[in-house]
C-alpha cells in the first residue's frame, strides 16, 4: 500500500529553471535521469549559481508506449542562458492539483494515477496542449545521500491545472 497525503489545490508563482531536456522510453527513465540531477547541479556550480529549491522532473510528454519527454531540472531565482545541454525555462504560475508522496519511486507511477483519478471525480481538468503538459511536476525532497533508505523518499506530484 502507497503513502500518500491527501491531494489538494495549491495556487504556485511561475518558477525559473535549468534542466536538461530527454526523451527516453518508460522502460529507461529510472537509468537514463537521474544522473542527469548530477550533472545540473555540476553546472549550476561552475556558474556560481545557487539552487532555489528541491530537484525535479517535469514531465512535458507522458507517452507510455513510446517516449516521455521529460526535464530534469533544478529551480534558480531568476532566468539565465543555458548552454550545451543545459535548458533554462519556467514552470508556469497557476492552480496546481497535488500530493506528497513517501516511498519507493517505483511508486510513483501509482501515486500519479491516484491524483489523476481524484481530479478527475473533481471535474478538474489538466493544463494541456495536445500531448504537452504545461506543468506535471515530481518534486524529490530527499537527498539519498542524507536518506539512503528509498522507502522513505518523499516526492511531491503537482499538476497544473486549466484555469476556470
Not at 555540476?42 to 521529460?70: H, T
Not at 526535464?71 to 532566468?79: A, K, L, N, R
Request: glycine content about 8%.
Amino acid at each position: 500500500m502507497i503513502s500518500v497525503t491527501e491531494p489538494k489545490l495549491v495556487a504556485r508563482n511561475k518558477q525559473h529553471y535549468v534542466g536538461i531536456r530527454k526523451q527516453v522510453p518508460m522502460t529507461e527513465l529510472g537509468s537514463v535521469l537521474p544522473p542527469l540531477t548530477g550533472e545540473v547541479f555540476a553546472w549550476l556550480g561552475k556558474k556560481g549559481l545557487e539552487p532555489a529549491g528541491a530537484p525535479f522532473w517535469r514531465y512535458l510528454v507522458v507517452d507510455m508506449e513510446r517516449k516521455l519527454e521529460v526535464d530534469v531540472g533544478v529551480p534558480i531565482v531568476e532566468s539565465v542562458q543555458g548552454e550545451c545541454q543545459i535548458i533554462s525555462d519556467i514552470l508556469p504560475a497557476g492552480t496546481y492539483a497535488m500530493m506528497l508522496h513517501t516511498g519507493h519511486p517505483d511508486e510513483l507511477e501509482e501515486a500519479a494515477a491516484r491524483l489523476l483519478a481524484w481530479a478527475e471525480g473533481k471535474g478538474i481538468r489538466w493544463k494541456v496542449a495536445g500531448d504537452r503538459w504545461a506543468g506535471r511536476v515530481e518534486w524529490y525532497y530527499s537527498d539519498p545521500e542524507i536518506e539512503p533508505d528509498m522507502t522513505k523518499w518523499e516526492t511531491e506530484l503537482a499538476f497544473l491545472t486549466e484555469e476556470a
